[in-house]
Nanobody, 124 residues
Framework: VQLQASGGGLVQSGGSLRLSCPAS????????LGWFRQAPGKDREFVAA???????YYEDSVKGRFIVSRDDAKNTASLQMNNLKPDDTAVYYC???????????????????WGQGTQVTVSS
């Protein structure tokens, strides 16, 4: 499967952005989809994920602000980001994998397919 994240940009603190990740390939509905981010000088970190059963996981700092979703009819994953903060500034990546269960959805090493990143910059 091939992924391509988009929707990043520059936004003021408190603003919103919606990232999209359309995918090509078959059996999209069988894939778990994850969002990760990497800020300058930091390791890539988990943000949110949605499993094939539409179970969702969030990193603590984004709970209540970010919403991960998927539209299997359109082969697209999305990340709605609300009340953005300067600490959310990073390059955001979408990823996909099959056969993930539970906490493994939060581990970047378990994802086989990655899209190119999209820059999100939140100004204070």
């Amino acid at each position: 499967v091939q992924l391509q994240a988009s929707g990043g940009g520059l936004v003021q603190s408190g603003g919103s952005l919606r990232l999209s990740c359309p995918a090509s390939g078959r059996s999209f509905s069988s894939y778990s989809l994850g969002w990760f981010r990497q800020a300058p000088g930091k390791d890539r970190e988990f943000v949110a994920a949605i499993g094939s059963s539409v179970n969702t996981y969030y990193e603590d700092s984004v709970k209540g602000r970010f919403i991960v979703s998927r539209d299997d009819a359109k082969n697209t994953a999305s990340l709605q980001m609300n009340n953005l903060k300067p600490d959310d500034t990073a390059v955001y990546y979408c990823a996909a994998a099959r056969g993930l269960l539970g906490i493994s959805l939060t581990n970047s090493l378990t994802y086989a397919y990655w899209g190119q990143g999209t820059q999100v910059t939140v100004s204070s």
